[in-house]
């Protein structure tokens, strides 16, 4: 089923924001909080630092009405530098790859890819740009079809 959902970067506090978000809107984050330290490293990307391993690479929180607040942490480390404009997606995850994929040609054509859609190492289709208006999009579609 798609569902769209509100994807937040933080500067190494997501952990403390999501805490925060858990005590306002109840609930429990899904599926736990998934850590920076249990990436795959990449053969060409920067290396993680050590007191980086800890931190937050993905949370997910049920708040309203189906909706979802995803985050993470944003590492310098890692190449990203959080700042306001940058630190919210919105986050789409349509049913089918051919609707990803016709989404985000139509939304990036005018803006900016930032990583082309791909498999990744959880299991799905993911890519992100910015539209032409500078809205930042993801995409992360689990069908294999």
Not at 99 to 106: D, N, V
Request: glycine share 12%.
């Amino acid at each position: 089923m798609s569902r769209v959902s509100t994807y937040l970067n933080f500067p190494r506090s997501t952990e403390a924001a999501f805490d925060f978000y858990r005590s306002v809107f109840g609930g429990e984050f899904v599926g736990g909080i998934h850590r920076m330290g249990e990436v795959p490293p990449a053969p060409d990307g920067p290396k993680l630092a050590e007191g980086d391993k800890n931190l937050v690479m993905h949370i997910t929180l049920p708040i309203l009405g189906g909706h979802v607040l995803m985050g993470t942490d944003a590492p310098e480390s890692m190449g990203f530098t959080v700042k306001y404009g940058n630190n919210v997606y919105i986050n789409l995850e349509p049913d089918t790859r051919s609707e990803t994929e016709r989404l985000f040609k139509a939304l990036s054509e005018g803006g900016k890819v930032e990583m082309a859609l791909q498999e990744m190492f959880w299991g799905a289709y993911y890519g992100s740009c910015t539209d032409k208006y500078g809205v930042q999009w993801m995409f992360n579609c689990e069908s294999k079809v």
